[in-house]
Each structure stands twice: as structure tokens, then as C-alpha cells.
């Protein structure tokens, strides 16, 4: 018998919580373990052994747990060196930890990893397992990663009202949407349309580098057909010379602990492009948000299958973990459409560990200013149904 850890890191999701809870659950059922500690703001809480008892939690409070966003344990940004690592280690040979679960994207399989072979260097007997989880959905092996499609589910439904808005009010929206590398939460846009000329009408990801002059002629041909345009467009969208217009915009950005240009925290991307189009289309009424931290933490807007993946991914990792040493809970993808089923399997750390993959080219339209109906059945299941919306402004007039 001896004790296990979890904790979160990285950007929280909608459904990082229900891995937490499915860690809790099934841990509770295992007699190896003896106690499950919660480490409070990931890495940076064990390292100061800032844990609380996940054992005692309540039915009741569980269930809260896994239908919240956000990250119940607090989250990190530190992204672990050796030395790093090496103080989270001797806090878990300290504290007799054994099996270390760690929910997060690529960089925290790769610290889990790096733990992991500390650990087996060392000769401590580690399990060590990552539980995947980010709303870009650019993890490699898995099909598609927790927490993607309760973030889909919520970029689908504000484009629906978008789209209405700009219905009512005509002129040129842009949404500025989450997503460096990859575009799938961008293009998860897309499911908001369900008439022909619904928007977005352009839809612009990380994948298809755009220059100003072709965004402007494409914009511009939006409104002359149909006297408005709604966009989405990735936060990480980038000029042919692959780099991000928002690095253009701002030489001395911010920069996170990885190094990334902080992009979701600012509303210069769409500002900018807002700026373009009104001065050189010299369309008048232009509107731009910036999504940012909303579509990873919103409440009460939950995919169900998101949730029920992201729970058995937490349960999955505790149960291998009493066979196996380590690794990484993947997504197999059984079926499609109404047929649409899941299924999981082991994958190794290294496999995982930082590295992305991006949005397939047969989910992008030839122009790269869409997504193509291949991409609407990959990602709907994964987001459930969506509201259904009517305008009046089409029918016949008497």
C-alpha cells in the first residue's frame, strides 16, 4: 500500500474536472492505495506540498466537481526543468507517492515523463500516468482529446447568435477564436451553420497561412453576395511567411513561461482586422470580440460525451496504473454520426509528449478559408446536439 497524487495543469477546460472526479472515484476502490492527495496549482503545489485529503470529498461534492469548469485544484503555467523535477520527486519518495496522475496537454506528459524516468533512473518504483486534456485538440495518437468538445459546443452556439446578430443588423463580424497551432476549435465554428447563407461565411485556421490582400478580397466578396460577413478566425492565424499576425501587431509581446506570445489575452488581433476592413473596404459597420478565456470555462454549456470521455479517461488511468508503469489515456473512435463510439487504450509517454499534430488537410476547404463536411462529422458527436434557431427575414413578404 502506498499513497497517489493528481493534480491539473495548463489552460482549464469544461471538462478537466470529470477526469479529476474519475481519478477520485476509482482510486477509492483500490486497496493499494493508501492516501490521495490533491496537489493544489499543480507542479507548484508539490513541490510545497500544498495537497489536500481527495478522500474524503462527499458523493454530493464530487458530482458538483465534475459538472464545473475551470480547474477545481487550481492550475499551472510552470513548465518543469530537471531541477524542477527533482524537487517534485524527492516530495513524492518523501511522501511514499507511487502513482502520479497528471491531467494536462503535451507539455504535461511531457513532465510527467520526464518524472517518470527520474524516477526509474533513481530506482523509486513510480506509476506514472498522463490524462489528456486541452480544448485545441492537438494531443498526437488520441482521436480527439477531453475537453474539445464542451469548448466546441460553446464556439458553435456563440456563432449561432453571431450569426443572428449580424442578421439583424447587417455589416462584418469577427470572432477571434482559441487556437496557436491548430485550428479544430476554430473550425468547430462551422457547426453553427444550418441555412446556406448563415454564417461564419469565412472561417480562417492556423494551417492556411493568409495574406491581408486575399483576407480583404475575400471578406469583400462576402458582403457584396451577402450584404454582411460573418468570420471566425484562429488567434494564431499567420501571414505566408508563417509568422502569427499577432506577433506582427506587437514586436514586444508578452510571453508565457514556454515562451508562446500571449494571444488570447488581447483583442489587438481582431481590432486590427477590424481596422484593415474599414479602411480599405471602407465597409462602415464592423464588430470584433476576442473569445479568450470564455470558451474554455463557461458554465452551465457542458457536452455530455465530452464529460463521460474526460471522466473514464481519469477512472482508465487509475485502473492501468495497477498493471502498468506508466503512460498516456488515449481515444479510439468507433463509428460515426448517430453510430459515433469511443473506446480507450494505453499509449507511451514519449508518444505524447510535446508534440501537436494539426487539422487534417481533408478538413479544410481548397480555399483554406473553410471547413469541409468531413470535419462537421468528425467533430459533432464529440460537441451533441445543438439548438435549433429560426429567422423570420427570409420569408415571403405580403
Known amino acids: 500500500m502506498a499513497n497517489?497524487?493528481?493534480?491539473?495543469?495548463?489552460?482549464?477546460?469544461?471538462?478537466i474536472n470529470a477526469s479529476l472526479v474519475g481519478v477520485i472515484e476509482q482510486a477509492c476502490k483500490h486497496n493499494e492505495i493508501a492516501n490521495l492527495y490533491g496537489?493544489?496549482?499543480?507542479?507548484?503545489?508539490?513541490?510545497?506540498?500544498?495537497?489536500?485529503?481527495?478522500k474524503t470529498l462527499s458523493a454530493d461534492i464530487l458530482e458538483r466537481v465534475a459538472a464545473s469548469p475551470s480547474s477545481a485544484l487550481g492550475s499551472s503555467r510552470?513548465?518543469?526543468?530537471?531541477?524542477?523535477?527533482?524537487?517534485?520527486?524527492?516530495?513524492?519518495?518523501?511522501?511514499?507517492?507511487?502513482?502520479?496522475?497528471?491531467?494536462?496537454?503535451?507539455?504535461?506528459?511531457?513532465?510527467?515523463?520526464?518524472?517518470?524516468?527520474?524516477?526509474q533512473k533513481s530506482g523509486y518504483e513510480l506509476r506514472a500516468f498522463h490524462?489528456?486534456?486541452?480544448?485545441?485538440?492537438?494531443?498526437?495518437?488520441?482521436?480527439?482529446?477531453?475537453g474539445f468538445g464542451t469548448a466546441a459546443k460553446f464556439v458553435a452556439c456563440a456563432l449561432m447568435g453571431d450569426d443572428l446578430d449580424n442578421r439583424a443588423l447587417p455589416g462584418i463580424k469577427i470572432d477571434i477564436i482559441m487556437?496557436?497551432?491548430?485550428?479544430?476549435?476554430?473550425?468547430?465554428?462551422?457547426?453553427?451553420?444550418?441555412r446556406d447563407d448563415d454564417g461564419p461565411h469565412l472561417i480562417y485556421v492556423p494551417e492556411r497561412p493568409v495574406t491581408m490582400e486575399r483576407f480583404l478580397a475575400e471578406v469583400e466578396a462576402c458582403f457584396k453576395k451577402y450584404g454582411r460577413c460573418v468570420i471566425a478566425a484562429s488567434e494564431g492565424i499567420c501571414d505566408t511567411d508563417h509568422v502569427?499576425?499577432?506577433?506582427?501587431?506587437?514586436e514586444n509581446a508578452e510571453r508565457d513561461s514556454h515562451g508562446n506570445v500571449q494571444l488570447s489575452g488581447s483583442g489587438a488581433l481582431a481590432d486590427f482586422l477590424a481596422a484593415q476592413i474599414k479602411g480599405k473596404l471602407k465597409i462602415k459597420r464592423i464588430r470584433a470580440d476576442t473569445f479568450g478565456y470564455l470558451q474554455r470555462s463557461f458554465a452551465g454549456l457542458l457536452s455530455e460525451v465530452d464529460v463521460k470521455e474526460a471522466r473514464q479517461c481519469g477512472r482508465l488511468a487509475?485502473?492501468?496504473?495497477?498493471?502498468?508503469?506508466?503512460?498516456?489515456?488515449?481515444?479510439?473512435?468507433l463509428g460515426t454520426g448517430a453510430n459515433y463510439a469511443a473506446d480507450y487504450f494505453r499509449t507511451e509517454?514519449?508518444?505524447?509528449?510535446?508534440?501537436?499534430?494539426?487539422v487534417p488537410d481533408e478538413y479544410i476547404n481548397a480555399e483554406g478559408n473553410g471547413m469541409t463536411q468531413a470535419f462537421i462529422e468528425y467533430a459533432l458527436p464529440l460537441v451533441g446536439p445543438l439548438p435549433k434557431t429560426e429567422y423570420l427575414g427570409t420569408y415571403p413578404k405580403v
Open 244 to 250: 502569427t499576425w499577432a506577433e506582427k501587431l506587437s
Open 131 to 146: 490524462i489528456p486534456k486541452t480544448v485545441d485538440n492537438d494531443l498526437l495518437v488520441t482521436d480527439h482529446c477531453p
Open 78 to 119: 510552470d513548465k518543469p526543468d530537471a531541477a524542477y523535477c527533482e524537487k517534485v520527486l524527492a516530495v513524492f519518495k518523501k511522501r511514499d507517492i507511487r502513482y502520479f496522475y497528471y491531467i494536462g496537454g503535451n507539455d504535461s506528459a511531457n513532465t510527467c515523463h520526464i518524472i517518470n524516468q527520474m524516477a
Open 349 to 358: 509517454l514519449k508518444n505524447v509528449a510535446e508534440k501537436t499534430k494539426s
Open 4 to 15: 497517489a497524487i493528481v493534480s491539473q495543469s495548463g489552460g482549464p477546460t469544461g471538462a
Open 179 to 194: 487556437g496557436r497551432h491548430a485550428g479544430f476549435l476554430t473550425g468547430a465554428a462551422a457547426l453553427a451553420k444550418q
Open 318 to 333: 487509475v485502473q492501468w496504473s495497477m498493471k502498468e508503469l506508466n503512460g498516456s489515456v488515449a481515444i479510439k473512435r
Open 39 to 54: 496537489a493544489v496549482h499543480a507542479v507548484a503545489g508539490i513541490v510545497k506540498e500544498d495537497f489536500i485529503d481527495l
